[in-house]
């Protein structure tokens, strides 16, 4: 019987067997152990010292984090944090960490003093998609290129010699609005629809300088669907991890509905090229944005130079932030003007005395409206607030 046994355990050790070998692994397997500790111990400190600990916020759910708690009015429920754990806060939205700032003083030294440090976000999925990796203005990281490239815009582009050049389009636009309204007395009026029609044609007439009449429908039927769907919550933004899934569609929604407006900036940019390449670019009347993107294009100095994928999403940010905030900004301060008669009335007068009754504003008269400027930034304040 014991041979027997002897001759079993043999047969069980001849394969590989923990058991059998485990006393020849204990103290390899301990020592191992002992040096993943130490390891995870050195980094733990490591970290700590690189990364300061974290502001203090309201404990969140695994995984989803803050999200299940948030109320829709931010800035009340931001208030009500901001009573429980200071003016400044972490809050867990998914797998992204935000940190909310709730002081005058703290908000200058971030978004004033220490720009450069916090100029960085986060970029939308669908922004990544739509706009060539972010070579865009609004999501391109913080670097030189970034600088380089506002600069560019400021000095070539959005600078009174550019703007003189574009006046009489914008001229054009905005009293053919006035006449469409005279033409409508005496029956209600959609200020917002005739509002945002002629911040599209003035924009359209701007970028390009032709006459928009014929594509302002389909241009603003694909501006509002692009404009709803980045909006549009998107779960690859809270779990960045997801992303290359795309599970709502919303990545290849965006890229589609950019694909249109790239297609149609595409034939304006190959028509520009015909026009320069057949030296007829001097019967030009007047230099809209387009030519002015397109020269810096054209020019030899790569540093001073901006790719055609550039100007084609410079034309797309031009061409969305022109056209919502613009009328949006307008009805509500015309909204409030009505709410306030004493305000209104101030402004008529002031109308009035500057540019005269029978007059048409002009761009001159813009320094001598005080209080005209005062509506406007204060209607800036009024409208951010409630975007919140």
Not at 105 to 110: F, H, P, Q, R, W
Not at 175 to 185: C, T
Not at 247 to 275: C, D, H, P, T
Request: one cysteine or more; proline letters at 5%; a neutral charge.
């Amino acid at each position: 019987m014991t041979n027997l046994y002897n001759k079993h355990t043999v047969l069980d050790c001849e394969g590989w067997s923990w058991g059998c070998h485990a006393p020849e692994f204990a103290p390899l397997m301990a020592g191992a152990l002992v040096i993943f500790c130490c390891a995870w111990w050195l980094w733990g400190m490591k970290f700590t010292k690189i990364n300061p600990p974290l502001p203090p916020g309201p404990l969140g759910l695994p995984i989803l984090g803050n999200l299940p708690f948030i109320k829709p009015e931010l800035h009340r429920y931001f208030s009500d944090l901001s009573r429980i754990y200071g003016p400044v806060f972490k809050l867990r939205m998914g797998s992204v960490l935000a940190i909310v700032i709730n002081s005058p003083s703290l908000a200058n030294e971030v978004l004033k003093v220490q720009d450069a440090i916090f100029a960085n976000r986060d970029v939308p999925a669908a922004a990544v998609v739509g706009t060539f990796g972010g070579l865009n203005i609004l999501w391109r990281p913080s670097g030189s290129r970034c600088n380089q490239l506002r600069k560019l815009v400021i000095c070539e582009i959005m600078s009174k010699q550019s703007l003189d050049a574009c006046y009489v389009l914008r001229q054009r636009e905005v009293r053919r609005m006035v006449k469409e309204i005279h033409g409508k007395v005496g029956s209600s009026v959609n200020i917002y629809k005739q509002l945002s029609a002629t911040a599209l044609r003035v924009m359209m007439s701007t970028l390009w300088g032709d006459d928009p009449s014929q594509d302002l429908i389909e241009f603003r039927k694909r501006l509002d669907e692009f404009i709803i769907t980045s909006a549009t919550p998107n779960v690859s933004d809270i779990f960045p991890i997801l992303a290359p899934s795309d599970l709502q569609g919303i990545e290849s929604k965006a890229k589609e509905q950019l694909s249109w407006f790239y297609g149609v900036f595409e034939s304006m940019i190959k028509n520009r090229r015909n026009i320069r390449d057949d030296g007829k670019e001097k019967e030009k009347i007047s230099k809209d944005f387009m030519q002015q993107l397109l020269e810096l294009h054209w020019r030899e100095d790569e540093k001073n130079s901006l790719s055609i994928n550039e100007v084609k999403a410079l034309l797309l940010d031009l061409m969305v932030a022109g056209t919502d905030t613009i009328p949006t900004t307008v009805e509500w301060a015309m909204t409030e003007l009505l709410r306030h008669q004493d305000k209104m009335t101030k402004l008529v007068k002031e109308l009035d005395m500057v540019v005269g009754n029978q007059n048409t504003m002009e761009d001159c008269h813009i320094p001598q409206l005080v209080y005209l400027d005062a509506v406007i930034k204060e209607t800036f304040v009024f409208t951010q607030l409630l975007h919140c």
